[in-house]
């Protein structure tokens, strides 16, 4: 027979490991979705899914301020680590392909809050992303919807149904900005 301190121990496990108290944390199962074929899940500042007509995961660890990118693209798993280098934030996909190697450096090169822009850098080519949302509540876009202008004028665009910060929307516009034009 179980004692009154196993159920209670019990009854705790399931409240902490409930959808529930995950749903309090702002980390809930949220879908990205979009043109070129975007079709993500993200959870806890990871994401996972379809791009173009490849898979990737991507992943934030906020405590070291980096962002990783893994896609399996020509048979081979591509992986990029994105993090601050000397006052800059960005990194470098490479990769071999049928036609040689394959290189796409994207760099932040900032924001501008009052429009909620940022910039930049892919392979030295100015590319802008907007960020327009349902709203904004505790310095936080909710569900926002991502819009990358690259240099030719083409869009990009996907909305995550979840919240995110302006520095978690950085990393998630550098790992898009990657796995779409790399």
Known sequence: MMTRLMVSALISVAAVSS??????????????????????????????????????????????????LIMRRDGQDVKAIFKQVDKNFGGTVEHRTDYGPRSTSVQFAGLDRQKNEYSFLVN??????????????????????????????????????????????????????AATTH
């Not at 994401?47 to 992943?59: C, E, L, R, Y």
């Not at 080519?125 to 202008?149: C, G, L, W």
């Open 124 to 177: 030295g080519d100015m590319i802008k992303a907007r960020v327009t949302s349902e709203d904004f509540q505790n310095n936080h876009f909710i569900k926002p919807t991502y819009t990358i202008v690259n240099r030719d004028g083409s869009q990009t665009t996907f909305k995550f149904e979840g919240q995110a910060c302006y520095k978690y929307s950085m990393h998630i516009l550098t790992m898009m900005i």
């Open 19 to 68: 959808p529930v108290a995950f749903a309090e944390d702002g980390h809930q199962l949220a879908n990205i979705k979009g043109d070129l074929n975007i079709d993500l899940k993200a959870y806890d500042h990871a994401m996972a899914g379809s791009v173009k007509d490849f898979v990737i995961w991507g992943s934030v660890n906020e405590a070291k301020g980096m962002s990783e």
